[in-house]
């Protein structure tokens, strides 16, 4: 990387910060912008070894909405979940007994969540937490935003 993106980067970096620092944009969102930054970075000259794109830590799912109709306001809900708890939820479920994961099943199929817990495999989860970043969510009210993303 040249001398001049790096001073970019940090002069920008330095402003994500500033923000911050003024309360215009939360820790949370400045994570946010920083690794954002990090992945702009500009590619490699051919021949140039890459670096493997970095393993995901956690789902977010942020939902914000504004309230015009004058009922409670607005509000936002920022859930993050450690996926290393979803990976090793996988770990644990191949350790149950064949029979009571089929009687869970069962249960999970009377609850409406018709998913075949002996179907979880490891590699599988991986490969969902790769194509999370193409995750779209539409909401049909214009003051509500939804983002689903893996960081």
């Known amino acids: 990387m040249s001398q001049r993106v790096r001073t970019t980067m940090n002069e920008q970096r330095r402003q994500i910060l500033q923000m911050l620092a003024e309360g215009k944009i939360t820790a949370d969102e400045a994570e946010r912008l920083i690794d954002a930054l990090e992945r702009a970075q500009p590619e490699s000259p051919p021949g140039a070894v890459s670096s493997p794109k970095p393993r995901p830590k956690y789902l977010r799912v942020v939902m914000s909405w504004a309230d015009e109709a004058g009922g409670d306001g607005s509000g936002r809900i920022n859930v993050r979940v450690p996926l290393q708890l979803l990976r090793a939820g996988v770990r644990l479920a191949s350790l149950v007994p064949p029979q009571a994961l089929t009687r869970a099943n069962a ?22 937490i790769d194509q999370l970043d193409d995750v779209t969510v539409d909401v049909d009210d214009p003051d509500t935003k939804l983002q689903v993303f893996c960081e």
């Open 107 to 128: 249960e999970l199929d009377k609850a409406g969540v018709p998913i075949d817990l002996t179907q979880l495999k490891p590699q599988q989860l991986e490969e969902l």
